[in-house]
């Protein structure tokens, strides 16, 4: 299983990207019930999940980028997308992709899961 970013770069406050994610070898559609989502990871900081999707096209988003941010999915090019709008500087970290099974209630990230190996967003003021 491999999942690639890309997208990142540095942008002014205010501005926008667009990260995206290739995954291939999960074939997630193979599952009954899955997670994709995004997490980051700033400087002195522990990481925190940003947005998610899931099997049944919920998706989550953390309070700081609720309005901001959106996540999708292209099935048919097994990519993972993440708009992001508004950007501030506190936005400004290492952004990781990541798909994991669901099961007991739970997207199991950690547990089962695979990760990217992030891209770098910066927002300058």
């Known amino acids: 299983v491999q999942l690639v970013e890309s997208g990142g770069g540095s942008v002014q406050a205010g501005g926008s990207l667009r990260l995206s994610c290739a995954v291939s070898?999960?074939?997630?559609?193979?599952?009954?019930?899955?997670?994709m989502g995004w997490f980051r990871r700033a400087p002195g900081k522990e990481r925190e999940g940003v947005a998610s999707i899931e099997s049944d096209g919920s998706t989550g988003y953390a309070d700081s980028v609720k309005g901001r941010f959106a996540i999708s999915t292209d099935n048919a090019k097994n990519t993972l997308y993440l708009q992001m709008n508004s950007l501030e500087p506190e936005d400004t970290a290492v952004y990781y992709c990541?798909?994991?099974?669901?099961?007991?209630?739970?997207?199991?990230?950690?547990?089962?899961?695979?990760w990217g190996q992030g891209t770098q967003v910066t927002v300058s003021s």
């Open positions: 990541a798909a994991a099974q669901r099961y007991g209630g739970r997207c199991r990230w950690y547990s089962d899961g695979y």
């Open positions: 070898g999960f074939t997630y559609r193979g599952y009954r019930v899955y997670c």
